[in-house]
Each structure stands twice: as structure tokens, then as C-alpha cells.
């Protein structure tokens, strides 16, 4: 089962920031958040990844809450490459290995 | 430098038949995973492997699903008598490998569209 919601779509102006929330509220304290996205008939896309820090790389922002149940992943300046569907993440710790438990994600469309 | 591969790229088959579908993870990676997505679902993860060993296959939904990585490199899943409701595309990743501490990214391959009529 996921252990993520995400809103099943939104819309963003170009050149407008994208908030993309989602909520994680069983997620354990070793847990860590992974965003990737994916554009039609590619595979998924890393984006970031943070455990309880906000985190900021070249391709977005990720802002953890501090009880660690919420996040929201920002692109700054949303452009018309970044339509796809953008996913969150648990990844799990199982057996001593990992593996990425992932909902139905948040189809974002980016508007002229 | 070359990311994860898989061929082919798309494969039909008829209902009953054999199919394999191969992966070439990224060089240097240790790491491997297999993952399913059915139309409008996210990707659901089938099996990983450390090196050559499956180390969680809770993901393969039947015994008609067997994946196999005898060099830690490439890696084939293999699925025996498919089933309509095996068509989906089937995405591999591949990572550093598995790490205590920190995140352990994994990349993903273009994924094989499998239709099986």
C-alpha cells in the first residue's frame, strides 16, 4: 500500500512557481521522501530527496514539515517541460535493502 | 555516461507465450530493481537485487514471474505463460548500492511496453 497521497492534478502558470504537496503522515524516522517525475512513455525522473532538512538543488526545492508528515516539492520557474506526473515517495527499509513504495502521483500541467 | 537500458523496447505476445525482458543497469551499479506500472498507476516494485542475489522478491505477484542476474550486471525477468492482465510496462533501476546511512538513488531505464493479446 502507498504511503503517500498527492492531489491527483493541478495546473501552473508558466513562469510560475509549482507547489506539488503530499502528505506522509505513517512515515517512520528513518524513512526518507524521494521525488521523481515522469513525462509520458519515459521512465521515472529524479528530482530530490531529503529526510528531515528542506533540501534545494538545481531542479527544485523540497520542504519537509517538522514533524515530518508533509512535504511540498517547488519548482521555481515551472516551464512547459516540467508537464508530467510528479510522484513521492517513501522509501523503505526492508530485509537490509530498499525499495520505493510509490502512490499514484500528481499530474501537473504546465499552462502558456 | 550511458544510463540504464532495456530491450526491447516494446514486445507483443499472444496469450500463453514466453517472454524475456533484459536490463543493463548503469556501470558500477550494484544495485537492481524491477517495478510494474499499469495504465494511470504508479510504478509497484516486483524484485531487487544486491549483486547476483534476489534480496526481496515479495513484489513478484505469482511463480509465473522469475528474474535472474548471474553476473551482477544484466539482469532478465522472465515471465512463463502470460496472462492479459501481464500487460504493463515493466521498468528497471539501478543504484550505488544498498547503504546504512543516506539516501540511495536509483535510476530509471525507459521501461518495455508488454501487450500480450
Known amino acids: 500500500d502507498a504511503k503517500t497521497t498527492q492531489p491527483p492534478s493541478m495546473d501552473c502558470a508558466e513562469g510560475r512557481a509549482a507547489n506539488l504537496p503530499c502528505n506522509h503522515s505513517t512515515i517512520s524516522g528513518n524513512e526518507y521522501v524521494y521525488w521523481y517525475r515522469q513525462i509520458h512513455s519515459q521512465g521515472p525522473q529524479y528530482i530530490i530527496h531529503g529526510l528531515k532538512n528542506n533540501e534545494t538543488n538545481e531542479m527544485a526545492s523540497l520542504i519537509i514539515t517538522e514533524d515530518r508528515k508533509s512535504s511540498t516539492l517547488i519548482l521555481p520557474h515551472a516551464t512547459l517541460r516540467d508537464t508530467a506526473v510528479y510522484y513521492c515517495?517513501?522509501?523503505?527499509?526492508?530485509?537490509?535493502?530498499?525499495?520505493?513504495?510509490f502512490g499514484t502521483g500528481t499530474r501537473l500541467k504546465v499552462l502558456a | 555516461g550511458a544510463g540504464v537500458s532495456q530491450t526491447p523496447s516494446n514486445k507483443v505476445t499472444e496469450k500463453g507465450k514466453y517472454v524475456e525482458l533484459r536490463c543493463d543497469p548503469i556501470?558500477?551499479?550494484?544495485?537492481l530493481y524491477w517495478y510494474r506500472q499499469s495504465l494511470g498507476q504508479g510504478p509497484e516494485f516486483l524484485i531487487y537485487f544486491q549483486g547476483t542475489g534476489a534480496a526481496d522478491d515479495s513484489g513478484l505477484p505469482n511463480d509465473r514471474f522469475f528474474a535472474v542476474r548471474p553476473e551482477g550486471s544484466v539482469s532478465t525477468l522472465k515471465i512463463q505463460r502470460t496472462e492479459r492482465g501481464d500487460s504493463a510496462v515493466y521498468l528497471c533501476a539501478s543504484s550505488l548500492g544498498d547503504l546504512p546511512f543516506g539516501g540511495d538513488t536509483q535510476y530509471f531505464g525507459p521501461g518495455t511496453r508488454l501487450t500480450v493479446l
Open positions: 515517495i517513501v522509501r523503505v527499509p526492508t530485509s537490509g535493502t530498499y525499495k520505493y513504495i
Open positions: 556501470s558500477g551499479h550494484t544495485a
